[in-house]
Every structure is written in structure tokens, then in C-alpha cells.
């Protein structure tokens, strides 16, 4: 017999004891391999749909929440900005592609979007290929007719024809509480496929639906509503004097727009929330944000980078996590080590008896350390597997939570490290009891009994 | 009885010369044995008496090479031992010598059967496709091939001290050493397996030496050595 066929054997011959010490080592590495997974693949699907686009120009505030409210709609936006800035930056030609957007509303808690049908050169940016609707290259083009994402037709079992209305807010409140646009109810005239980017679970229309469902009910816009010719808006502030007189002129205008998506004039107290670019050149972005800093209460933002601090933050956490991971590992590692001195102080005379019958110390050293890979390799493929296993199950939860996707990454160096590292440790702590055992002094323990 | 000097004349498998054992302990040195020249023949079997803490056992520790002397040569099978390297002595042991214990001390985990044929493995001699048949017949020898798979819990004391003479006897040493091999047993049982022991030997060829305190035992050996009280743990300054 083998030193690895005996090592089997000691091993079989204490199941529950080795089961619980290759536990402890698949929970630190399912810890670690989770953790490292999901932040590694948000990261990716982060930059995926936040790289899309150069520039993004939204309300000042705070460009992570503006960047979390245009890209990945999980959160209220820091407010609108003036159409104006819409018109000047379509007449610009640095400017190759904008997509604008207007939120305030949600259905059954997936968020309303409008915006255009440029909408989808940011589904394609972030996966790499068009987007594809049912019925095919179907967009909302007249007022209130509505796309719907994947997860939302899912979730909410609306068909192409069906029609719903919004309510007011990006959260689904009782009934008593929320207030809804029954007057304006969304036909869907078509859905998504799903492209897990946060498209999934939103709704789009076009921009005059949100700027007709507001000017119908002017004090639940986000800024003031006010003519165009008013100019020099209130951008992005929370003033009403002028929300009344507005309202019942909004309205009709707001009809008539809808008649004409890209109108360059739009209704009348019409707002974007905000807008996403693609330059030209990298000299025309500069340019813009340049030219767009000059102005009050709007910021140009570039996604990427606030992506790379959102992610930053993250990091933060991510590094406390994978510590306690690796303690976690580490202690796991200490277990296997107790629990072979236990099995070699136990088996003392066994080993003594090993090596009176023939056995050198390297079989005594071998047979225990045999025992402690076995133990680290099989906790760690375990913990590997449960690992991927727990990564897909919360980014599964985040995307029916948040939306936002985790495109997990293939099985990969993470993983491999992480093994490769548990199992060196764990052979560490396995070579100490059988370091120990096999310097036992033999004779001590054949002494017979008196 | 023979003496000392008697036993150095013989035609030998054993030869001890000038042997001392000592340990230091509290800055002190004992001495657990002290025998100037000893001598076992080959193929016959040696009872070896003495009042508890003469040395028995570790004159079966050191023929057997598990420790060495402090001085002196021992000398097995034509290979002074005493001189040999730890991983020597291993293999040594191995290859001729098989050791009986009080207590049996068979692995809980394997099975009568893999107990037997461990032992082939530290040896070499047996190729390991035909470990397993081996030891079968080995425990057909000692009475036992029905009880091959079971393991030692399963097995009584009279049982397990059979399957421990099948595995000192599994790599046919020269030498077989038993220390208090019937301790353990029942009264009834200490004739059936001192029987047992004695005729494997003398199948074999090999030479017997038994440690033991009793008269039952001693008188199935050929011959007797019985170590001095002056073994005894002498202090030496």
C-alpha cells in the first residue's frame, strides 16, 4: 500500500471530521472567489456601459449619482438641464452622437425613460451588438408608445398592444400615496431582447411623453415649467412661480411636439434630465466640456472616469471583504493543521508501529501530508465551485433588484489563484503535524503496557 | 541457561558487542543497558527474561535498529546495524526483520488483510500486484483467511495478534522479534499463539527471539537468556 493509499484510508476512516476541515477551507475560498468575481465582473460590466460614451451633461450635482441615473437607472437624477443645451449641442458638429434622456416616472418600479432612438447606439456600445426589439426595429416614435426591456415584458407580462400607465417616481408607492397619469396611458409596440445591460428592466418612450404627462401635471416636474422664449431657464432648480401660468400652455404645445420627436423647439416647459455624447474627436470633447462649463447648473461629466471612482469605492469595501475572505482561508488552514496533530497524536502508536515495521519517516510525513492535500484540494474545488456558485446567485439578485447586470467573467486566473494559494497554505499547516509525526520518538510508544 | 560468554561462541544471527545504552537526564546519565558480548544462532528461538526494566525491550529496540547504541556493535544478519544510517536501519528492518507486539498494533483503518500487506511495501521484496494474494495466504497460515477483510475492531485479541504474526512474518525475515506477545491475550490463548509463533519461525528458518515474563512462553524456546539485574537503570557517574 501507498503512503496516498493509506492517507485514503486515514481519511475515510474520519469522514465527518475531514468534511467539516475541507468545509472551512470551501467557505474561505467560496468568500474569496465570490467576492473577487462579482467585483472583477462589475467592474467590467461597470466600464462596459459607462465607456460607452464620452461625455455626459446632467444637472450639477453629483456626477456619481448622475452617472448612476443616466447609465444604469438606480437612482433619481440630480435634476434636468434646459433643452437649450439639447439644441446647441445637435448644431454642433463636434458633437457625432447625443442621446437624451428625461425621467419622472416608472411603471411597476422599472423607470420610464425618454429619450430617442439614438438609445440604442448605448445598448450597442455596452454589448457589442444592436439591439434587437420584437417586433424587429420597432421603436417608440409617436408620443406614448413604449419599448419595453426584457426583464420589465417579464416581470410585468405586458405584450406588444398592451397598454399601461406610469405613475409618478421612480418607486412604486400604495396606491394612496402615488400619483398617477391615467390620462396618458403607454401602448407597447414593442420589447427588447434581453441585453443584460440595464436596458432590461427599463421602459422607453419618447421624449414628448414625459414632456406632455408633465405638462398635463406640471407640479410633478423636476424644474420649473417655463416657454422657451422665456429663455435662460431656472436650469435644474425647484422653482415653481411659474408652474401654474405654464401648465395649461405646456399642454398643448406639448401635443403638438410629440408630432415631431427631434423637433428642435420642444414643447413648451420642456426639460431633458440629461444627455450622453460621442465626440468626434477627443479635441471636440474637450471643446464641449469646456464650452459646457461655462454654463450654470450643468456639468459635463466624463462616465468612465466617474465609473473608475464609483468602482474605487467600491474597491474600499471590496478589499475589507477579501481580507476577512483570506482570514477566513487562513483559519481554515489552522484547522487542518489542528486537526492532523489531533489525527497524529491520536495514531502515535500507529505511526510508531509504521515505522517498526519498515517505514521511513518520509512515508510517516508523506502519508500525513498526503492527508492535508486531499483535505485543501478538495475544500478548495469545492470552495471554487460554491464560490461561482454564490457570485451567480447575488448578481442574479442585483440584476432583479437593481437591474444592473454582472456579466460574471469565465472561470479564470481568480480562481486559480485563489485554489492554488488555499491549497499551498493548507499544505503549510499540513506539514507541520507531519513534520512532528514523523520525528516521534518510536520506541516511547511500543513500549509495552506494564 | 546459557551465559554470556556461551552464547558469543555460537554460530550466530545476532552479535552484540560492548554494548551500552545510556540516556542523560537532569544532567545525569543512566544507563538502560550494559552487555559486553552477546550472541543469538541463527534459526533457533531465544526467550529473553528479566525483571521489569532490565532491558528487554530495548535489547529488542536495539537489534532491531530502531535506536542505536551508545556504544558498542550490533551486528544482524551479517550487517552491523549499529552503524548504519536511520533510512538504512528502515530498510534493514524492513527487509529482515519482523516484529510481534504486545498490543498487536495493527492499523484500525485497513483491514487484516491490507495490515499484512502493508508491510510488503516498505520491503519491496513482494511486487504490489501480488501483495494482496500474499497476505491472504499468509492469514490462511495463521488461521485466518475468512477474517481477511475484516478490520482489527472487528476482530478479537487472540484474532488480531494472528494477523500481527501474519504481517511480521509478511516479507520472510530472518529474524522475528516478539516483545510480551501474549500480554495482551487471554491465559487460554497464550499457548495457541506462542505455538504459532514458534512454528512459523521454524517453517521459515528465522530466528525467534521472544521478551517475555512468562514461564508458558519461555518454555516453548530453545534457549533462554536471561538479562542481569545490573541492567537495571544503573546510575553511572
Not at chain 1, 475589507?320 to 502515535?348: K, P, Q, T, Y
Request: charged share 20%; with cysteine; aromatic share 4%.
Amino acid at each position: 500500500m501507498t503512503p496516498a493509499g493509506l492517507a485514503v484510508r486515514y481519511l475515510v476512516s474520519r469522514p465527518a471530521l475531514n468534511l467539516l476541515t475541507a468545509l472551512g477551507i470551501a467557505v474561505g475560498v467560496s468568500l474569496v472567489i465570490a467576492v473577487a468575481t462579482l467585483s472583477t465582473s462589475a467592474q467590467k460590466s461597470t466600464q462596459e456601459i459607462a465607456g460607452g460614451y464620452q461625455l455626459l451633461v446632467a444637472a450639477k450635482g453629483s456626477p456619481a449619482q448622475s452617472v448612476l441615473s443616466t447609465l444604469f437607472f438606480m437612482e433619481p437624477p440630480t435634476g434636468n438641464i434646459p433643452t437649450e443645451i439639447y439644441d446647441e449641442l445637435r448644431a454642433d458638429p463636434g458633437a457625432q452622437v447625443i442621446v437624451p434622456f428625461n425621467f419622472g416616472d416608472s411603471y411597476r418600479g422599472h423607470p420610464i425613460v425618454g429619450t430617442t432612438k439614438d438609445y440604442r447606439s448605448v445598448i450597442e456600445a455596452a454589448t457589442g451588438r444592436q439591439p434587437v426589439t420584437t417586433p424587429l426595429n420597432r421603436w417608440a416614435e409617436a408620443p406614448f408608445e413604449a419599448v419595453l426591456g426584457a426583464t420589465v415584458a417579464r416581470q410585468t407580462g405586458l405584450r406588444v398592444g398592451d397598454t399601461f400607465t406610469a405613475l409618478h417616481g421612480f418607486v412604486e408607492l400604495p396606491k394612496d400615496l402615488s400619483e398617477d397619469h391615467a390620462h396618458s396611458p403607454y401602448t407597447v409596440v414593442s420589447i427588447l431582447e434581453q441585453a443584460h445591460t440595464p436596458a432590461d428592466r427599463a421602459i422607453f418612450t419618447t421624449l414628448e411623453s414625459i414632456w406632455i404627462t408633465h405638462a398635463e401635471n406640471p407640479h410633478l416636474m423636476n424644474g420649473p415649467v417655463a416657454t422657451r422664449s422665456e429663455a435662460a431657464p431656472q436650469e435644474g432648480t425647484n422653482e415653481h412661480q411659474h408652474e401654474e401660468e405654464a401648465a395649461h400652455q405646456g399642454h398643448d404645445e406639448a401635443r403638438e411636439a410629440g408630432e415631431d420627436a427631434h423637433a428642435r423647439t420642444p414643447v413648451r416647459g420642456a426639460r431633458i434630465t440629461s444627455l450622453l455624447v460621442h465626440g468626434r474627436s477627443y479635441a471636440d470633447v474637450a471643446r464641449l466640456v469646456a464650452a459646457l462649463g461655462q454654463k450654470e447648473s450643468v456639468q459635463a461629466i466624463y462616465p468612465g472616469r466617474v465609473a473608475t471612482q464609483i468602482m474605487g469605492y467600491m474597491r474600499t469595501g471590496e478589499a475589507v471583504l477579501l481580507a476577512l475572505a483570506w482570514l477566513s482561508i487562513v483559519i481554515a488552514c489552522i484547522a487542518v493543521m489542528i486537526s492532523l496533530l489531533a489525527a497524529s497524536i491520536e495514531r502515535r502508536r500507529q505511526i510508531a508501529t509504521l515505522r517498526a515495521i519498515g517505514a521511513p519517516r518520509s512515508v510517516i510525513f508523506r502519508v500525513l501530508f498526503i492527508e492535508a492535500g486531499v483535505i485543501c484540494v478538495l475544500g478548495s474545488l469545492a470552495g471554487a465551485a460554491l464560490g461561482r456558485l454564490t457570485a451567480r446567485v447575488i448578481a442574479a439578485k442585483i440584476e432583479a433588484t437593481s437591474g444592473f447586470h454582472i456579466d460574471l467573467l469565465a472561470l479564470g486566473t481568480t480562481e486559480l489563484i485563489t485554489v492554488m494559494s488555499a491549497v499551498g497554505l493548507g499544505l503549510i499547516a499540513g506539514a507541520v503535524p507531519a513534520y512532528l509525526a514523523c520525528r516521534e520518538d518510536v520506541t516511547k510508544q511500543l513500549a509495552p503496557a506494564s | 541457561m546459557r551465559t554470556f560468554a556461551e552464547m558469543s561462541e555460537a554460530p550466530d544471527m545476532i552479535r552484540m558487542s560492548d554494548v551500552k545504552v545510556e540516556f542523560r537526564a537532569g544532567g545525569r546519565s543512566f544507563t538502560l543497558l550494559d552487555i559486553p558480548n552477546l550472541n543469538f544462532r541463527r534459526g533457533a528461538t531465544f526467550g529473553l527474561s528479566g525483571p521489569s526494566g532490565s532491558g528487554k525491550s530495548t535489547l529488542i529496540n536495539l537489534i532491531s535498529g530502531l535506536i542505536r547504541p551508545t556504544s558498542g556493535t550490533v551486528c544482524v544478519d551479517g550487517v552491523i546495524i549499529s552503524d548504519l544510517s536511520q533510512r538504512r536501519r528502515d530498510a534493514f528492518r524492513a527487509e529482515r526483520i519482523g516484529i510481534v507486539f504486545q498490543s498487536f498494533n495493527l492499523i484500525p483503518a485497513l483491514t487484516a488483510r491490507d495490515n499484512v500487506a502493508l508491510a510488503m511495501g516498505f520491503s519491496g521484496k513482494i511486487p504490489p500486484h501480488q501483495r494482496a494474494e500474499k497476505a491472504a495466504e499468509l492469514l490462511d497460515r495463521v488461521g485466518l483467511r475468512k477474517r481477511m477483510l475484516h478490520k482489527p475492531a472487528a476482530l478479537s485479541h487472540g484474532e488480531m495478534q494472528r494477523v500481527s504474526i501474519a504481517r511480521a512474518i509478511a516479507n520472510r525475515p530472518k529474524l522475528l522479534l516478539a516483545d510480551e506477545p501474549t500480554a495482551s491475550l487471554e491465559p487460554g490463548l497464550t499457548v495457541t499463539i506462542m505455538d504459532l509463533l514458534v512454528s512459523v519461525a521454524r517453517e521459515d528458518g528465522a530466528t525467534l527471539l521472544v521478551a517475555s515474563h512468562d514461564p508458558q512462553v519461555l518454555a516453548r524456546m530453545d534457549e533462554l537468556v536471561e538479562l542481569p539485574s545490573t541492567n537495571r537503570a544503573g546510575i553511572a557517574p
